[in-house]
């Protein structure tokens, strides 16, 4: 995946969470 800010990354991680 492209790279992204730290934030933007964090919230992308909780929404692919179960």
Same mark, same amino acid.
Do not use: G, I, W, Y
């Given at each position: 995946?492209?790279?992204? *800010? *730290?934030?933007?990354? $964090?919230? $992308?991680?909780?929404? &692919? &969470?179960?």
């Amino acid at each position: 995946r492209k790279v992204n *800010t *730290t934030n933007e990354d $964090s919230q $992308s991680f909780m929404l &692919a &969470a179960p």
